[in-house]
């Protein structure tokens, strides 16, 4: 019976340490004399040529008089594609933002002086620049900062209504757009992405005293990656 007694505490006393040394195991599970991880793994880096984004986009106007209300309906589609496979790329965009703004009641001359009338309106600018564009991405990682400038051109819609009339002018104008910007990889082929613009345009309207238009753009969106 002493045996069988020592026998299972020798059994029990095995096994806890048994037991222990499983533990001990488990809470240390990368030993400190290892090699450490590659933490380079983890990080996305940019391996494909093409690039498609679709941004939502406000536009600030900065120098004309004809209305003075941010737009925050507008937004802009770009396809980029990088240059063996680095860290330049170009591309095309396309944009569009619409702006109104109320003006109270005031009396409102012909340019030429033949004629006036005395009433509130509302005024609407309506743009659409497309630009070819080149990008220069500062460094790959998951978190992408860029610079870039645009040039192309941009057409315009000008319109007041006023009482029952509405003036109306469009035109066409040379574009012209530096640009700064964010992109943040969710995987290796989607992300989010941020940037903001300054748009120059040399669209004119004497009818409305516009003698270009410019605004600070900036805009957010996601993007795809093949």
């Given at each position: 019976m002493k045996k069988i007694v020592i026998l299972c505490l020798l059994g029990i006393g095995h096994f806890v340490q048994a037991q222990t040394q499983t533990t001990s195991t488990l809470t240390t599970p990368w030993p400190s004399d290892g090699p450490q991880?590659?933490?380079?793994?983890?990080?996305?880096?940019r391996?494909?040529?093409?690039?498609?984004v679709f941004n939502w986009e406000m536009a600030i106007p900065s120098n004309n008089a004809f209305l003075s209300e941010n737009s925050y309906s507008g937004g802009r589609m770009d396809y980029k594609h990088f240059?063996?496979?680095?860290?330049?790329?170009?591309?095309?965009?396309?944009?569009?933002?619409?702006?109104?703004?109320?003006?109270g009641p005031q009396l409102y001359e012909r340019p030429d002086g033949s004629g006036a009338v005395y009433t509130d309106m509302v005024r609407h600018i309506y743009t659409v620049p497309v630009a070819v564009n080149a990008y220069y991405f500062l460094y790959k990682s998951n978190i992408k900062p860029y610079i870039g400038v645009g040039i192309g051109t941009q057409y315009s819609e000008q319109e007041s209504f006023f009482n029952i009339y509405v003036v109306n002018e469009d035109n066409w104008g040379f574009l012209v757009k530096p640009e700064?910007?964010?992109?943040?990889?969710?995987?290796?082929?989607?992300?989010?992405a941020t940037y903001m613009t300054y748009n120059y345009a040399t669209n004119e309207n004497d009818y409305f005293n516009i003698d270009s238009l410019a605004s600070i753009n900036i805009g957010a969106g996601i993007y795809w990656e093949w």
């Amino acid at each position: 019976m002493k045996k069988i007694v020592i026998l299972c505490l020798l059994g029990i006393g095995h096994f806890v340490q048994a037991q222990t040394q499983t533990t001990s195991t488990l809470t240390t599970p990368w030993p400190s004399d290892g090699p450490q991880p590659d933490r380079d793994i983890y990080t996305y880096t940019r391996t494909a040529d093409d690039q498609f984004v679709f941004n939502w986009e406000m536009a600030i106007p900065s120098n004309n008089a004809f209305l003075s209300e941010n737009s925050y309906s507008g937004g802009r589609m770009d396809y980029k594609h990088f240059l063996d496979g680095g860290n330049v790329a170009v591309g095309l965009s396309l944009g569009w933002n619409s702006y109104d703004e109320y003006f109270g009641p005031q009396l409102y001359e012909r340019p030429d002086g033949s004629g006036a009338v005395y009433t509130d309106m509302v005024r609407h600018i309506y743009t659409v620049p497309v630009a070819v564009n080149a990008y220069y991405f500062l460094y790959k990682s998951n978190i992408k900062p860029y610079i870039g400038v645009g040039i192309g051109t941009q057409y315009s819609e000008q319109e007041s209504f006023f009482n029952i009339y509405v003036v109306n002018e469009d035109n066409w104008g040379f574009l012209v757009k530096p640009e700064i910007g964010l992109q943040v990889e969710v995987n290796s082929t989607f992300g989010i992405a941020t940037y903001m613009t300054y748009n120059y345009a040399t669209n004119e309207n004497d009818y409305f005293n516009i003698d270009s238009l410019a605004s600070i753009n900036i805009g957010a969106g996601i993007y795809w990656e093949w």
